[in-house]
């Protein structure tokens, strides 16, 4: 598949925003500039940026827990999701969701979500919606390997699969599920063969390779756009941070992984990864990827000052947007 | 030595454990256990009768019904309170409808545990108080701790009882230290504690609220308003009678939860009095709760939200007319 530079850059600088954040994130979470749990996605921006690449802006995405990278790639603006990470009322949500609840309906983004398998459901029926209404609209659908133990999981794939529903399954095989290994709660290696079971293709994808992830999404997403119902697409990826920010604060000396398996993963960088194929094919120059770096971390200062100096919620807002009574 | 109240849960799992053969320990991550609850019964227990589960709580909190009906003696934990809704139809349509339905045949000594509460910036899936939307399925025991003692002992008698008991643990209250009654320390379900007895108004508080309210009624002392202090320690059964008696001493009543106002723990309770204690009231049974709003995440939204020490002294100084 032939890419184009401008794509390719593109992508470069989605995965360059999301490394950025999540790692500014971190540390403002690790200072306690941050409230609640913050989970990051360091590591995995290949998935989320591929797929994200693939959809057009009216298309739709679920996402997690973890989901900061997803709707970051979906076209979410750092300073309000920033703002909203911090309580503020420029948030996305005014400071009502946090961390693990952003949202932006005009970008297509449903929602991060706190409930592990609650997006599932979700984006089957944003796909739905797209049936009955006629509309010309895809779904994806971001989530882990733990997740995938969820009910919802196996309800919702057989419900897109009667029904053909413009839905792409993403699984982000990240090895755990906070601090259990996948391998110890999950009866298959590979979540993608559970699409067998449904009827519906599933295939494997090293999800540290944004090209990889652009091309199979690519395809899913147009077999899903044809009426041909959805794929599971599972991407074997790692998280390098923590399950939670702070959990060596309550884990002590107690751990769940080798050093070794992390330094692994992290040679397996998906940014690195990008960088050399860039090199390598003599399409992009290292000036130009080290620019793209120099504006995201100008954006990203941005970002924080945003959130720093917006102000928080007046406590009388605390009934809006809810009825009750 | 002081104890913690996740060192007392530790404890009281441990003992049980020790005690009965037929017990085990299921849920996410108990074996590393995040929150430090069922630290190290892997070592002393084994793979056997402690086992992490698949991210699958309906799979899982059925597999305990399953199991308790079959002759073991589960205790389930379901990390935050508020992932029991993805498991509601094995809780409320299965265990706690099988005794009776079978015509007594069915038992179902099954403890469940787990976090519940505001936490400081969990936000709405991870904060919420959900006892209430068990107490109109009958056939489970309510069981919500206020402190270290209380929650070692309940927890030890939740897993003797041959019912399904869900057992409340406030994430705030996770680090609160206290001594606790060395041997075999049981506290049985359905008898209040009288945390402090006064003349002047009788303020029924539920779990992490407990010790907010009796700051208040320390504080209200020295101006000689003279408060009850009442903790019903389980919400199924409920000592109704302790909570009457004190009423028809004092003749006025408040009832403090950090639930919700509508259809919530302090709505039942405030109804209880009202209809049995008519007679003896001098005023309207008054509710301190959180508002009626999913728990927002921003602070200052939280804080506003949530039942507080400021919301209780109005409360009873409303009640009391001072
Ligand atoms: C229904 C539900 N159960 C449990 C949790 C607690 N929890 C939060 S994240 C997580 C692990 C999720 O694992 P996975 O789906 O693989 O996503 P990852 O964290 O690896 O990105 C768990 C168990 C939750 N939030 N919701
Ligand atoms: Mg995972």
């Known amino acids: 598949m032939d890419l184009g530079k401008d794509k390719m850059l593109e992508m470069y600088r989605m995965m360059t925003r999301i490394r950025l954040f999540e790692t500014q994130v971190r540390d403002l979470a690790t200072a306690s500039e941050i409230p609640g749990f913050v989970h990051v996605s360091i590591g995995e921006e290949a998935s989320a940026t ?30 309000r999701m920033m703002a909203e990470i911090f309580g503020k009322r420029t948030g996305y949500c005014k400071g009502k969701g946090g961390s693990m609840h952003i949202v932006d309906f005009s970008l297509g983004i449903l929602g991060a979500n706190g409930i592990v398998g609650g997006g599932i459901p979700i984006a089957t029926g944003s796909a739905l919606a797209a049936v009955v209404t006629q509309r010309d609209e895809v779904t994806a659908c971001f989530f882990g390997d733990g997740a995938s133990n969820e009910g919802t999981f196996h309800e919702s794939l057989n419900l897109a699969a009667v029904w053909k ?59 899903a756009r044809a009426g041909e119902g959805p794929t599971l697409i599972e991407c074997k990826t790692y998280r390098w941070e923590g399950h939670v920010v702070g959990e060596q604060a309550f884990l002590g000396k107690a751990s769940y992984r080798s050093e070794e398996e992390v330094a ?29 770096r120099a504006e995201t971390e100008v954006e990203l200062e941005a970002a924080v000052k945003f959130a720093r100096e917006s102000p928080l919620p007046d406590p009388a807002e605390v009934t809006d947007d809810v009825f009750s009574g | 030595m002081p104890t913690t109240f996740i060192q007392a849960i530790n404890q009281a799992l441990s003992e049980e454990m020790e005690r ?23 070592d002393k227990f084994g793979p056997r009768r ?13 597999a305990a019904v399953g199991a308790a009906m079959a002759g073991a003696r589960p205790i389930c934990e379901v990390e935050f309170a508020s992932f029991f809704y993805c498991a509601m139809d094995q809780v409320c349509n299965q265990a706690a409808k099988l005794r009776y339905m079978s015509g007594g045949q069915a038992r179902m000594p099954i403890t469940f545990r787990c976090v519940y509460g505001a936490m400081g910036g969990a936000a709405a899936q991870h904060s919420e108080t959900v006892y ?17 003692s209380d929650m070692k002992g309940l927890l030890k008698s939740a897993i003797r009882d041959d019912n399904p008991v869900i057992v409340f643990e406030h994430g705030a209250l996770g680090g609160q230290r206290e001594e606790i009654p060395a041997g075999d320390h049981l506290v049985p379900l359905g008898q209040a504690a009288i945390k402090r007895t006064g003349e002047h108004a009788t303020v029924v508080a539920i779990g992490a609220m407990v010790p907010r309210t009796l700051r208040v009624a320390e504080k209200l002392a020295r101006e000689d308003i003279s408060v009850e202090v009442i903790d019903p320690r389980t919400l199924v059964p409920l000592d109704e009678a302790a909570i009457l008696a004190s009423v028809e001493k ?48 921003s602070p200052p939204l939280e804080k506003a939200a949530l039942a507080n020490e400021a919301k209780i002294e109005a409360a009873i100084r409303a009640a009391v007319g001072r």
């Open chain 2, 250 to 297: 004092t003749n006025r009543a408040v009832v403090v939860d950090e639930g919700h106002w509508r259809g919530g723990a302090a709505a039942d309770i405030a109804a209880i009095i009202g209809e049995k204690a008519f007679d003896f009231l001098d005023g309207p049974v008054r509710r301190v709760t959180t508002l009626d709003v999913p728990i927002p995440f």
């Open chain 1, 50 to 79: 591929g797929v994200c690449a693939a959809l057009r802006p009216a298309d739709r995405i679920t996402s997690t827990h973890r989901g900061h990278g997803h709707l970051i790639a979906k076209g979410g603006r750092l300073d």
């Open chain 2, 132 to 148: 209430a939307q068990f107490l109109s399925v009958p056939g489970i025991k309510l069981v919500v701790p206020s402190n270290p």
């Open chain 2, 20 to 42: 009965d053969p037929l017990t085990f320990v299921m849920g996410e991550d108990v074996v590393l256990s995040a929150f430090g609850a069922t630290k190290g019964l892997i």
């Open chain 1, 264 to 292: 692994e993963w992290k040679a397996r960088c998906p940014l690195i990864r990008f960088e050399k194929f860039a090199a390598e094919s003599g399409m992009i120059s290292a000036a130009e990827l080290k620019k793209i």
């Open chain 1, 165 to 223: 529903l413009p839905v792409i399954y993403v699984c982000e095989n990240n090895g755990f599920g906070e601090f259990t290994p996948m391998q110890t709660v999950t009866s298959v290696t590979d979540i993608a063969v559970r699409a067998q079971a449904y009827g519906i293709p599933g295939i494997v994808i090293d999800g540290n390779d944004v090209l990889e992830v652009y091309r199979c999404a690519s395809e899913a997403i147009a077999r």
């Open chain 2, 50 to 62: 402690v086992r992490n589960t698949p991210i699958a709580e309906a799979g899982f909190v059925g």
